[in-house]
Protein backbone atom coordinates (compact mmCIF):
# COMPACT_ATOMS: atom_id res chain seq x y z
CA UNK A 1 0.00 0.00 0.00
CA UNK A 2 1.44 3.56 -0.84
CA UNK A 3 0.06 6.42 0.85
CA UNK A 4 1.58 10.32 0.38
CA UNK A 5 0.88 12.56 2.42
CA UNK A 6 1.28 16.80 2.05
CA UNK A 7 1.43 19.51 3.14
CA UNK A 8 1.22 23.25 1.48
CA UNK A 9 -0.11 26.98 1.96
CA UNK A 10 1.47 27.83 4.78
CA UNK A 11 5.48 27.48 4.85
CA UNK A 12 7.56 24.46 4.07
CA UNK A 13 5.29 22.32 1.74
CA UNK A 14 6.86 18.69 1.53
CA UNK A 15 5.79 15.44 0.28
CA UNK A 16 5.74 12.02 2.11
CA UNK A 17 5.59 8.28 0.94
CA UNK A 18 4.90 5.60 2.85
CA UNK A 19 4.62 2.23 1.81
CA UNK A 20 3.48 -0.29 3.21
CA UNK A 21 3.97 1.69 6.85
CA UNK A 22 7.87 2.31 5.85
CA UNK A 23 9.40 5.51 5.37
CA UNK A 24 10.02 5.33 1.93
CA UNK A 25 10.83 8.89 0.73
CA UNK A 26 10.31 12.53 2.05
CA UNK A 27 11.44 16.14 0.67
CA UNK A 28 10.53 19.59 1.02
CA UNK A 29 9.93 21.61 -2.31
CA UNK A 30 12.35 24.66 -1.25
CA UNK A 31 14.94 22.16 -2.14
CA UNK A 32 13.76 21.39 -5.74
CA UNK A 33 12.11 25.17 -6.24
CA UNK A 34 15.41 27.03 -4.77
CA UNK A 35 12.74 29.57 -2.63
CA UNK A 36 13.41 29.12 0.95
CA UNK A 37 10.41 28.05 3.17
CA UNK A 38 8.27 27.32 -0.14
CA UNK A 39 4.65 27.08 0.60
CA UNK A 40 3.18 26.51 -2.76
CA UNK A 41 1.80 23.51 -3.51
CA UNK A 42 4.50 20.80 -3.64
CA UNK A 43 4.58 19.72 -7.09
CA UNK A 44 8.85 18.52 -7.35
CA UNK A 45 8.26 17.09 -4.20
CA UNK A 46 5.57 14.74 -5.06
CA UNK A 47 6.86 14.48 -8.53
CA UNK A 48 9.99 12.95 -6.52
CA UNK A 49 8.25 10.79 -4.30
CA UNK A 50 6.76 9.42 -7.03
CA UNK A 51 9.43 8.58 -9.06
CA UNK A 52 11.68 7.49 -6.16
CA UNK A 53 9.25 4.55 -6.30
CA UNK A 54 8.61 4.39 -9.97
CA UNK A 55 4.88 4.47 -9.71
CA UNK A 56 2.43 6.83 -11.02
CA UNK A 57 0.06 9.39 -8.48
CA UNK A 58 -2.79 7.44 -9.84
CA UNK A 59 -1.67 4.06 -8.19
CA UNK A 60 -1.81 5.54 -5.18
CA UNK A 61 -3.53 4.20 -2.11
CA UNK A 62 -4.39 7.61 -0.42
CA UNK A 63 -3.65 10.91 -0.43
CA UNK A 64 -3.74 12.84 2.33
CA UNK A 65 -3.13 16.30 3.45
CA UNK A 66 -1.74 17.25 7.05
CA UNK A 67 -4.32 19.37 7.77
CA UNK A 68 -8.08 20.70 7.80
CA UNK A 69 -8.81 24.10 6.02
CA UNK A 70 -12.73 24.87 7.32
CA UNK A 71 -11.53 24.22 10.82
CA UNK A 72 -9.03 26.62 10.13
CA UNK A 73 -11.63 29.37 8.39
CA UNK A 74 -13.62 28.39 11.64
CA UNK A 75 -10.74 29.82 13.55
CA UNK A 76 -9.81 33.14 11.89
CA UNK A 77 -13.58 34.10 11.46
CA UNK A 78 -14.04 33.75 15.30
CA UNK A 79 -11.21 35.16 16.46
CA UNK A 80 -11.92 38.35 13.67
CA UNK A 81 -15.39 38.55 15.27
CA UNK A 82 -14.08 38.30 18.96
CA UNK A 83 -11.48 41.50 18.25
CA UNK A 84 -14.09 43.41 16.16
CA UNK A 85 -13.82 45.97 15.29
CA UNK A 86 -10.01 45.77 15.24
CA UNK A 87 -8.17 44.21 12.62
CA UNK A 88 -11.02 44.84 9.47
CA UNK A 89 -8.59 45.36 6.53
CA UNK A 90 -6.31 42.53 7.91
CA UNK A 91 -9.80 40.82 7.63
CA UNK A 92 -10.74 41.80 4.39
CA UNK A 93 -7.23 40.71 3.41
CA UNK A 94 -7.79 37.27 4.81
CA UNK A 95 -11.09 36.55 3.47
CA UNK A 96 -10.10 37.43 -0.17
CA UNK A 97 -7.38 34.80 0.04
CA UNK A 98 -9.71 32.48 1.47
CA UNK A 99 -12.70 32.82 -0.39
CA UNK A 100 -10.83 32.65 -4.08
CA UNK A 101 -8.78 29.92 -2.70
CA UNK A 102 -8.41 28.21 0.71
CA UNK A 103 -12.03 27.88 1.43
CA UNK A 104 -11.85 25.25 -1.13
CA UNK A 105 -8.90 23.79 -1.11
CA UNK A 106 -10.09 20.08 -1.07
CA UNK A 107 -11.12 20.88 -4.73
CA UNK A 108 -7.60 22.89 -5.31
CA UNK A 109 -5.88 19.93 -4.15
CA UNK A 110 -7.24 17.43 -6.71
CA UNK A 111 -6.78 19.83 -9.26
CA UNK A 112 -3.10 20.22 -8.84
CA UNK A 113 -3.10 16.44 -8.36
CA UNK A 114 -4.58 15.65 -11.64
CA UNK A 115 -2.41 18.06 -13.27
CA UNK A 116 0.54 16.71 -11.93
CA UNK A 117 -0.77 13.14 -12.92
CA UNK A 118 -1.92 14.44 -16.43
CA UNK A 119 -5.45 12.70 -15.51
CA UNK A 120 -9.10 13.35 -14.62
CA UNK A 121 -9.97 14.17 -11.07
CA UNK A 122 -12.36 11.17 -10.90
CA UNK A 123 -8.86 9.17 -11.79
CA UNK A 124 -7.09 10.24 -8.49
CA UNK A 125 -7.07 8.11 -5.54
CA UNK A 126 -9.37 9.40 -2.55
CA UNK A 127 -7.80 12.54 -0.98
CA UNK A 128 -8.40 12.50 3.15
CA UNK A 129 -7.60 15.07 5.08
CA UNK A 130 -6.10 15.04 8.48
CA UNK A 131 -5.72 17.52 11.79
CA UNK A 132 -2.39 19.52 11.98
CA UNK A 133 -1.38 18.89 15.42
CA UNK A 134 -2.50 14.90 14.76
CA UNK A 135 -0.21 15.02 12.12
CA UNK A 136 3.05 16.27 13.84
CA UNK A 137 1.53 13.92 16.71
CA UNK A 138 1.34 10.79 14.73
CA UNK A 139 5.28 12.13 13.12
CA UNK A 140 6.62 12.07 16.07
CA UNK A 141 5.13 9.37 17.19
CA UNK A 142 4.69 6.22 15.21
CA UNK A 143 8.91 6.57 13.37
CA UNK A 144 9.94 6.49 17.37
CA UNK A 145 11.21 3.16 18.90
CA UNK A 146 8.62 3.58 21.79
CA UNK A 147 6.05 1.04 21.80
CA UNK A 148 4.16 3.97 24.66
CA UNK A 149 4.70 7.22 24.85
CA UNK A 150 3.48 10.63 25.45
CA UNK A 151 3.73 13.27 22.98
CA UNK A 152 3.29 16.93 23.23
CA UNK A 153 2.97 18.81 19.91
CA UNK A 154 4.28 22.78 20.39
CA UNK A 155 3.81 25.03 17.66
CA UNK A 156 2.18 28.58 16.60
CA UNK A 157 -1.16 27.08 15.75
CA UNK A 158 -3.01 24.21 13.62
CA UNK A 159 -6.54 24.41 13.49
CA UNK A 160 -7.61 25.56 16.83
CA UNK A 161 -4.48 23.64 18.49
CA UNK A 162 -0.76 25.70 19.73
CA UNK A 163 -0.24 23.17 22.26
CA UNK A 164 -1.12 19.40 22.49
CA UNK A 165 -0.98 16.52 24.81
CA UNK A 166 -1.58 13.15 23.23
CA UNK A 167 -0.96 9.64 24.32
CA UNK A 168 0.60 7.28 21.98
CA UNK A 169 0.32 3.37 22.44
CA UNK A 170 1.05 0.57 19.25
CA UNK A 171 -0.82 1.86 16.26
CA UNK A 172 -2.84 4.59 17.79
CA UNK A 173 -2.68 8.29 19.28
CA UNK A 174 -5.32 9.48 21.39
CA UNK A 175 -5.89 13.68 22.82
CA UNK A 176 -5.17 14.45 25.59
CA UNK A 177 -5.78 17.51 25.89
CA UNK A 178 -5.09 21.07 24.07
CA UNK A 179 -4.08 24.60 24.59
CA UNK A 180 -5.95 26.82 21.81
CA UNK A 181 -5.08 30.13 19.63
CA UNK A 182 -4.06 32.90 20.41
CA UNK A 183 -2.43 31.69 23.39
CA UNK A 184 0.13 30.19 21.75
CA UNK A 185 4.04 29.64 22.17
CA UNK A 186 5.26 29.68 19.15
CA UNK A 187 3.23 33.06 18.98
CA UNK A 188 5.48 34.44 21.91
CA UNK A 189 8.43 33.34 20.39
CA UNK A 190 8.19 34.17 16.64
CA UNK A 191 5.98 37.86 18.26
CA UNK A 192 10.59 38.38 19.70
CA UNK A 193 11.92 36.99 16.72
CA UNK A 194 9.81 40.25 15.05
CA UNK A 195 10.62 42.34 17.41
CA UNK A 196 14.59 42.07 17.46
CA UNK A 197 14.65 42.28 13.49
CA UNK A 198 14.75 38.64 12.57
CA UNK A 199 11.97 37.17 10.19
CA UNK A 200 8.91 35.10 11.45
CA UNK A 201 8.96 31.47 10.50
CA UNK A 202 12.76 31.29 9.43
CA UNK A 203 14.49 33.80 12.27
CA UNK A 204 13.75 32.19 15.26
CA UNK A 205 16.67 30.13 15.56
CA UNK A 206 18.68 33.00 15.39
CA UNK A 207 16.99 34.55 18.48
CA UNK A 208 18.08 31.17 20.65
CA UNK A 209 21.55 31.26 18.52
CA UNK A 210 21.78 35.04 19.88
CA UNK A 211 20.60 34.51 23.30
CA UNK A 212 23.80 33.25 25.22
CA UNK A 213 25.14 36.51 24.33
CA UNK A 214 22.61 38.67 26.55
CA UNK A 215 21.16 38.46 30.23
CA UNK A 216 18.07 37.60 30.75
CA UNK A 217 16.74 41.13 32.03
CA UNK A 218 13.19 41.05 30.97
CA UNK A 219 11.97 37.73 32.20
CA UNK A 220 10.12 39.30 34.73
CA UNK A 221 8.90 41.83 32.14
CA UNK A 222 7.70 39.03 30.01
CA UNK A 223 5.93 37.14 33.08
CA UNK A 224 4.35 40.15 34.67
CA UNK A 225 2.77 41.79 31.09
CA UNK A 226 2.90 39.30 28.63
CA UNK A 227 2.23 35.85 29.70
CA UNK A 228 -0.04 34.24 32.79
CA UNK A 229 2.11 31.27 33.33
CA UNK A 230 0.76 28.51 35.56
CA UNK A 231 2.76 25.94 37.58
CA UNK A 232 1.75 23.04 35.38
CA UNK A 233 3.14 25.31 32.42
CA UNK A 234 -0.01 25.70 30.69
CA UNK A 235 -0.43 29.80 29.91
CA UNK A 236 -2.23 32.86 28.70
CA UNK A 237 -1.18 35.52 26.56
CA UNK A 238 -2.49 38.86 27.45
CA UNK A 239 -3.27 40.34 23.52
CA UNK A 240 -3.25 43.48 24.75
CA UNK A 241 0.56 43.51 23.40
CA UNK A 242 0.15 41.56 20.24
CA UNK A 243 -1.07 42.20 16.84
CA UNK A 244 -0.94 38.49 15.29
CA UNK A 245 -4.63 38.06 15.92
CA UNK A 246 -5.96 40.52 13.84
CA UNK A 247 -3.35 42.57 12.47
CA UNK A 248 -0.37 42.44 9.78
CA UNK A 249 2.20 42.66 12.11
CA UNK A 250 3.56 40.50 15.32
CA UNK A 251 3.60 43.02 18.07
CA UNK A 252 1.80 46.60 18.49
CA UNK A 253 2.87 50.08 20.23
CA UNK A 254 2.35 48.73 23.80
CA UNK A 255 4.56 45.79 23.07
CA UNK A 256 7.40 48.32 21.86
CA UNK A 257 6.66 50.83 24.73
CA UNK A 258 7.08 48.20 27.09
CA UNK A 259 10.35 47.28 25.98
CA UNK A 260 11.47 50.88 25.30
CA UNK A 261 11.29 51.15 21.75
CA UNK A 262 10.13 49.84 17.86
CA UNK A 263 11.34 46.95 16.15
CA UNK A 264 14.86 46.47 15.32
CA UNK A 265 15.11 47.93 11.31
CA UNK A 266 15.82 44.46 9.44
CA UNK A 267 19.48 43.92 8.98
CA UNK A 268 20.35 46.89 11.14
CA UNK A 269 23.15 46.54 14.26
CA UNK A 270 22.11 44.17 16.98
CA UNK A 271 22.68 45.50 20.20
CA UNK A 272 22.89 44.61 23.62
CA UNK A 273 19.14 45.44 24.41
CA UNK A 274 18.19 42.44 21.48
CA UNK A 275 20.47 40.30 23.02
CA UNK A 276 19.23 40.46 26.40
CA UNK A 277 15.42 40.08 25.44
CA UNK A 278 16.40 37.12 23.44
CA UNK A 279 18.33 35.40 26.12
CA UNK A 280 14.65 36.09 28.21
CA UNK A 281 12.29 34.96 26.34
CA UNK A 282 14.58 31.93 25.63
CA UNK A 283 14.85 31.52 28.93
CA UNK A 284 10.57 32.17 29.20
CA UNK A 285 10.08 29.54 26.61
CA UNK A 286 12.45 27.24 28.19
CA UNK A 287 10.55 27.25 31.82
CA UNK A 288 7.01 26.41 29.65
CA UNK A 289 8.89 23.35 27.81
CA UNK A 290 9.87 22.08 31.62
CA UNK A 291 6.73 22.66 33.18
CA UNK A 292 4.26 21.79 30.34
CA UNK A 293 6.99 18.27 30.45
CA UNK A 294 6.75 17.59 34.37
CA UNK A 295 2.98 18.06 34.28
CA UNK A 296 3.00 15.11 31.20
CA UNK A 297 5.03 12.95 33.29
CA UNK A 298 2.59 13.63 36.60
CA UNK A 299 -0.54 13.34 34.48
CA UNK A 300 0.49 10.11 32.09
CA UNK A 301 2.76 8.52 34.24
CA UNK A 302 4.82 7.01 30.89
CA UNK A 303 8.46 7.29 30.20
CA UNK A 304 9.26 8.55 27.31
CA UNK A 305 8.61 11.60 25.35
CA UNK A 306 7.60 12.50 22.00
CA UNK A 307 7.53 16.12 20.68
CA UNK A 308 7.09 17.63 17.37
CA UNK A 309 5.53 21.46 15.69
CA UNK A 310 8.04 23.75 15.27
CA UNK A 311 8.71 24.91 19.07
CA UNK A 312 10.53 21.56 19.37
CA UNK A 313 13.51 22.75 17.07
CA UNK A 314 14.14 24.68 20.02
CA UNK A 315 17.90 22.37 20.93
CA UNK A 316 18.41 24.30 24.05
CA UNK A 317 14.75 23.70 25.72
CA UNK A 318 15.05 20.14 24.07
CA UNK A 319 18.90 19.86 26.30
CA UNK A 320 17.57 21.29 29.15
CA UNK A 321 14.47 18.49 29.01
CA UNK A 322 17.00 15.78 28.60
CA UNK A 323 19.02 17.40 31.65
CA UNK A 324 16.30 18.51 34.06
CA UNK A 325 13.62 16.64 32.66
CA UNK A 326 11.81 13.08 34.41
CA UNK A 327 11.61 10.80 30.94
CA UNK A 328 14.08 8.05 30.80
CA UNK A 329 14.59 9.14 27.36
CA UNK A 330 12.60 11.87 24.83
CA UNK A 331 12.55 11.31 21.06
CA UNK A 332 12.18 14.65 18.80
CA UNK A 333 10.81 14.01 14.74
CA UNK A 334 13.76 15.75 13.00
CA UNK A 335 10.99 17.86 10.74
CA UNK A 336 9.59 19.23 13.26
CA UNK A 337 7.95 21.77 11.20
CA UNK A 338 4.75 21.82 8.95
CA UNK A 339 7.53 19.89 6.92
CA UNK A 340 7.03 16.97 9.03
CA UNK A 341 3.02 17.19 8.70
CA UNK A 342 3.60 15.27 5.34
CA UNK A 343 4.86 12.64 7.16
CA UNK A 344 2.57 12.64 10.04
CA UNK A 345 -0.46 12.43 8.13
CA UNK A 346 0.96 9.80 5.93
CA UNK A 347 1.36 7.48 9.15
CA UNK A 348 -1.42 8.41 10.59
CA UNK A 349 -3.53 6.96 7.38
CA UNK A 350 -1.42 3.75 7.73
CA UNK A 351 -1.64 3.22 11.33
CA UNK A 352 -5.18 5.12 12.36
CA UNK A 353 -7.23 5.00 9.07
CA UNK A 354 -6.31 1.55 7.96
CA UNK A 355 -5.60 0.29 11.17
CA UNK A 356 -2.37 -1.42 10.67
CA UNK A 357 -0.05 -3.09 13.57
CA UNK A 358 3.02 -1.18 14.59
CA UNK A 359 5.97 -3.28 15.25
CA UNK A 360 8.28 -0.91 17.11
CA UNK A 361 12.08 -1.18 16.65
CA UNK A 362 15.42 -0.40 18.50
CA UNK A 363 16.34 2.33 16.57
CA UNK A 364 13.96 4.70 15.04
CA UNK A 365 12.28 4.32 11.54
CA UNK A 366 13.49 7.96 10.03
CA UNK A 367 16.56 6.51 8.35
CA UNK A 368 18.55 9.04 9.67
CA UNK A 369 16.63 11.62 8.40
CA UNK A 370 18.30 10.74 4.61
CA UNK A 371 14.81 10.34 2.42
CA UNK A 372 15.45 12.76 -0.16
CA UNK A 373 16.68 12.44 -3.84
CA UNK A 374 20.40 10.86 -4.29
CA UNK A 375 22.74 10.90 -7.49
CA UNK A 376 24.54 8.21 -9.57
CA UNK A 377 28.43 8.86 -10.17
CA UNK A 378 27.42 8.90 -14.05
CA UNK A 379 24.67 11.78 -13.43
CA UNK A 380 27.77 13.89 -11.29
CA UNK A 381 30.14 13.54 -13.74
CA UNK A 382 28.17 14.25 -16.92
CA UNK A 383 27.25 17.78 -15.06
CA UNK A 384 31.04 17.95 -14.28
CA UNK A 385 31.83 17.95 -17.94
CA UNK A 386 29.11 19.87 -19.00
CA UNK A 387 30.41 23.16 -16.88
CA UNK A 388 34.05 21.79 -17.70
CA UNK A 389 35.39 21.58 -14.04
CA UNK A 390 38.23 20.21 -12.88
CA UNK A 391 37.66 17.04 -10.56
CA UNK A 392 39.09 13.86 -9.50
CA UNK A 393 37.56 10.75 -8.99
CA UNK A 394 39.02 8.70 -6.29
CA UNK A 395 37.80 5.69 -3.94
CA UNK A 396 36.92 5.97 -0.19
CA UNK A 397 40.15 4.72 0.28
CA UNK A 398 42.11 7.02 -0.80
CA UNK A 399 39.80 9.97 -0.74
CA UNK A 400 39.42 9.85 3.00
CA UNK A 401 42.60 10.35 4.21
CA UNK A 402 43.27 13.19 1.47
CA UNK A 403 40.46 14.71 2.84
CA UNK A 404 41.33 14.62 6.75
CA UNK A 405 44.57 16.20 5.64
CA UNK A 406 42.87 19.03 4.16
CA UNK A 407 40.55 19.45 6.86
CA UNK A 408 43.63 19.55 9.21
CA UNK A 409 44.98 22.40 7.05
CA UNK A 410 42.22 24.83 7.86
CA UNK A 411 39.99 24.26 4.60
CA UNK A 412 36.35 24.47 4.20
CA UNK A 413 35.26 21.30 2.13
CA UNK A 414 31.14 21.10 0.49
CA UNK A 415 30.19 17.49 1.57
CA UNK A 416 27.05 16.31 -1.04
CA UNK A 417 26.70 12.59 -0.63
CA UNK A 418 23.61 10.11 -0.67
CA UNK A 419 20.06 10.84 0.19
CA UNK A 420 19.44 14.52 0.77
CA UNK A 421 17.77 15.29 4.79
CA UNK A 422 14.24 15.66 5.44
CA UNK A 423 13.86 18.28 7.41
CA UNK A 424 15.94 21.74 8.31
CA UNK A 425 19.15 20.19 9.42
CA UNK A 426 22.25 19.52 7.19
CA UNK A 427 23.69 15.62 8.75
CA UNK A 428 25.99 14.89 7.14
CA UNK A 429 24.95 14.24 3.03
CA UNK A 430 24.13 17.97 1.94
CA UNK A 431 27.22 19.36 4.92
CA UNK A 432 29.65 22.06 4.95
CA UNK A 433 32.35 20.64 7.47
CA UNK A 434 35.81 22.61 8.80
CA UNK A 435 38.27 21.68 11.44
CA UNK A 436 36.81 22.65 14.76
CA UNK A 437 40.15 22.72 16.62
CA UNK A 438 40.44 25.64 13.97
CA UNK A 439 40.07 29.30 15.93
CA UNK A 440 39.34 30.79 12.88
CA UNK A 441 36.83 28.50 11.40
CA UNK A 442 33.63 30.32 12.92
CA UNK A 443 33.88 33.47 11.90
CA UNK A 444 35.29 32.22 8.46
CA UNK A 445 32.29 30.18 7.79
CA UNK A 446 30.01 32.60 8.70
CA UNK A 447 31.34 35.55 6.84
CA UNK A 448 32.52 34.38 3.63
CA UNK A 449 31.15 30.97 3.08
CA UNK A 450 27.33 31.35 4.13
CA UNK A 451 27.52 34.89 4.13
CA UNK A 452 25.35 35.38 7.54
CA UNK A 453 25.68 37.23 10.77
CA UNK A 454 28.93 36.84 12.95
CA UNK A 455 27.02 35.59 16.30
CA UNK A 456 25.48 32.34 14.58
CA UNK A 457 27.25 28.89 16.23
CA UNK A 458 28.12 26.07 14.17
CA UNK A 459 27.15 22.36 15.42
CA UNK A 460 29.61 19.54 16.03
CA UNK A 461 29.33 16.28 14.31
CA UNK A 462 30.91 14.15 16.80
CA UNK A 463 30.90 10.28 16.66
CA UNK A 464 28.71 8.61 18.66
CA UNK A 465 30.61 6.67 20.61
CA UNK A 466 33.29 9.15 21.10
CA UNK A 467 30.17 11.92 22.01
CA UNK A 468 30.90 11.55 26.30
CA UNK A 469 34.44 12.30 25.41
CA UNK A 470 33.84 16.20 24.39
CA UNK A 471 30.02 17.50 25.47
CA UNK A 472 28.33 16.46 28.74
CA UNK A 473 25.50 14.15 27.44
CA UNK A 474 24.86 10.59 28.04
CA UNK A 475 22.25 9.34 25.09
CA UNK A 476 22.36 9.80 21.03
CA UNK A 477 21.32 12.61 19.10
CA UNK A 478 21.32 12.05 15.76
CA UNK A 479 19.33 15.01 14.04
CA UNK A 480 21.19 17.82 15.74
CA UNK A 481 18.02 18.27 18.35
CA UNK A 482 19.94 18.42 21.47
CA UNK A 483 22.13 21.42 23.29
CA UNK A 484 24.64 20.27 25.93
CA UNK A 485 27.72 21.90 27.50
CA UNK A 486 31.23 21.21 26.40
CA UNK A 487 33.01 18.60 28.86
CA UNK A 488 35.32 20.61 31.42
CA UNK A 489 38.26 19.25 30.39
CA UNK A 490 38.37 21.33 27.14
CA UNK A 491 37.22 24.61 28.19
CA UNK A 492 39.72 27.28 28.68
CA UNK A 493 39.49 29.43 31.32
CA UNK A 494 38.83 33.08 30.99
CA UNK A 495 40.98 35.89 31.91
CA UNK A 496 38.68 38.49 34.37
CA UNK A 497 38.55 40.60 31.60
CA UNK A 498 37.13 38.22 29.26
CA UNK A 499 34.62 37.38 31.86
CA UNK A 500 33.13 41.09 31.94
CA UNK A 501 32.94 41.21 28.10
CA UNK A 502 29.40 41.99 26.59
CA UNK A 503 27.50 41.21 23.64
CA UNK A 504 29.25 40.14 20.51
CA UNK A 505 32.62 40.97 21.76
CA UNK A 506 32.22 37.32 23.85
CA UNK A 507 32.67 35.92 20.21
CA UNK A 508 36.51 36.96 19.74
CA UNK A 509 37.74 34.61 22.83
CA UNK A 510 38.01 30.71 22.18
CA UNK A 511 35.83 28.87 24.81
CA UNK A 512 37.86 25.72 24.46
CA UNK A 513 39.67 23.45 22.45
CA UNK A 514 37.28 22.76 19.73
CA UNK A 515 36.30 26.76 19.62
CA UNK A 516 34.93 26.64 15.80
CA UNK A 517 31.75 24.53 17.83
CA UNK A 518 31.76 26.12 21.59
CA UNK A 519 29.20 28.77 21.46
CA UNK A 520 30.06 31.70 24.04
CA UNK A 521 27.91 29.84 26.50
CA UNK A 522 30.00 26.51 26.00
CA UNK A 523 27.26 24.65 25.22
CA UNK A 524 27.24 22.94 21.54
CA UNK A 525 24.52 21.78 19.13
CA UNK A 526 25.56 17.88 18.77
CA UNK A 527 25.00 15.41 16.23
CA UNK A 528 26.60 11.72 17.00
CA UNK A 529 27.11 10.24 13.51
CA UNK A 530 26.36 6.17 13.48
CA UNK A 531 27.97 3.85 11.32
CA UNK A 532 24.49 1.81 10.76
CA UNK A 533 22.72 5.30 9.39
CA UNK A 534 25.88 7.35 7.75
CA UNK A 535 28.75 4.90 7.29
CA UNK A 536 30.97 7.27 4.63
CA UNK A 537 30.16 10.29 6.77
CA UNK A 538 31.13 8.03 9.95
CA UNK A 539 34.43 6.93 8.09
CA UNK A 540 35.35 10.62 7.38
CA UNK A 541 35.60 11.50 10.89
CA UNK A 542 37.06 8.51 11.66
CA UNK A 543 39.81 9.20 9.61
CA UNK A 544 39.86 13.08 10.25
CA UNK A 545 40.48 11.66 14.37
CA UNK A 546 43.01 8.93 13.04
CA UNK A 547 45.23 12.01 11.65
CA UNK A 548 43.98 14.49 13.73
CA UNK A 549 43.47 12.85 17.38
CA UNK A 550 40.06 14.77 17.10
CA UNK A 551 36.88 12.71 16.47
CA UNK A 552 34.97 16.04 15.69
CA UNK A 553 33.94 17.94 12.57
CA UNK A 554 32.57 21.71 11.90
CA UNK A 555 28.84 20.83 10.23
CA UNK A 556 26.96 23.63 8.46
CA UNK A 557 24.50 23.38 6.14
CA UNK A 558 25.66 23.33 2.47
CA UNK A 559 23.90 26.67 1.74
CA UNK A 560 24.64 30.54 1.57
CA UNK A 561 22.50 32.64 3.67
CA UNK A 562 18.79 32.64 1.94
CA UNK A 563 19.41 29.75 -0.01
CA UNK A 564 17.98 26.50 0.91
CA UNK A 565 20.03 23.43 1.27
CA UNK A 566 21.36 22.17 -2.08
CA UNK A 567 19.57 19.57 -3.65
CA UNK A 568 21.56 18.59 -6.91
CA UNK A 569 25.10 18.71 -7.74
CA UNK A 570 24.32 21.71 -9.83
CA UNK A 571 23.16 23.38 -6.74
CA UNK A 572 26.14 22.16 -4.86
CA UNK A 573 28.78 23.36 -7.29
CA UNK A 574 27.17 26.63 -8.08
CA UNK A 575 27.24 27.53 -4.08
CA UNK A 576 30.82 26.21 -4.44
CA UNK A 577 31.45 28.45 -7.02
CA UNK A 578 29.84 31.72 -5.19
CA UNK A 579 31.39 31.38 -2.03
CA UNK A 580 34.99 31.09 -0.60
CA UNK A 581 35.17 26.97 0.27
CA UNK A 582 38.14 25.69 -0.74
CA UNK A 583 37.20 22.45 -2.04
CA UNK A 584 33.97 20.46 -3.23
CA UNK A 585 33.44 16.55 -3.07
CA UNK A 586 30.59 15.03 -5.17
CA UNK A 587 30.03 11.19 -3.78
CA UNK A 588 33.93 10.58 -4.54
CA UNK A 589 34.25 13.15 -7.16
CA UNK A 590 37.26 16.07 -5.44
CA UNK A 591 37.45 19.49 -6.98
CA UNK A 592 39.39 22.05 -5.59
CA UNK A 593 38.28 25.88 -6.03
CA UNK A 594 41.93 26.96 -7.06
CA UNK A 595 41.42 24.40 -10.34
CA UNK A 596 38.23 25.70 -11.30
CA UNK A 597 37.41 27.31 -14.65
CA UNK A 598 35.91 30.99 -13.98
CA UNK A 599 32.96 31.34 -12.27
CA UNK A 600 31.06 34.67 -14.10
CA UNK A 601 28.05 33.54 -15.34
CA UNK A 602 25.75 34.76 -12.50
CA UNK A 603 26.90 38.14 -11.06
CA UNK A 604 24.76 39.56 -8.68
CA UNK A 605 23.77 36.21 -7.93
CA UNK A 606 23.25 37.48 -3.44
CA UNK A 607 20.05 39.40 -4.88
CA UNK A 608 18.50 36.09 -6.09
CA UNK A 609 17.73 34.81 -2.43
CA UNK A 610 15.53 36.67 -0.25
CA UNK A 611 17.70 37.02 3.28
CA UNK A 612 16.16 35.22 5.74
Not at 592 to 604: E, I, L, M, V
Request: hydrophobic share 40%; net charge negative; glycine share 6%.
Amino acid sequence: MNILGISAYYHDSAAALVQDGQIFAAAQEERFSRKKHDSRFPYHAIQYCLNEDKIRLQDLDYIVFYEKPFITFERLLETYLAYAPKGFRSFVAAMSVWLQEKLYLKTVLKKELAKLADCKVKQLPPLLFNEHHQSHAASAFFPSPFQKAAILCLDAVGEWATTSLWIGQDNQITPIWELDFPHSLGMLYSAFTYYTGFKVNSGEYKLMGLAPYGEPKYVQHILDYLIDLKDDGTFRLNMDYFNYATGLTMTNDKFHRLFGGKPRSRESQITQREMDIAASVQQVTEEIVLRLAKTTYRELGVDHLCLAGGVALNCVANGRLVREGNFQDIWIQPAAGDAGGALGAALSVWYQYCGHPRMTEREDTMQGAYLGPKFTAGEIEEYLRDVQADYRELPDEELMPKLAEILAEGKVVGWFQGRMEFGPRALGNRSIIGDPRNSEMQSVMNLKIKYRESFRPFAPSVLAERVADYFQIDRKSPYMLLVAWVQNRLRKPMTKEQQELFGIDKLKVPRSEIPAVTHVDYSARVQTVHWETNPRYYELIRTFEQKTGCGVLVNTSFNVRGEPIVCTPEDAYRCFMRTEMDYLVLENFLLAKSAQPQWDKDQGWQEEFELD
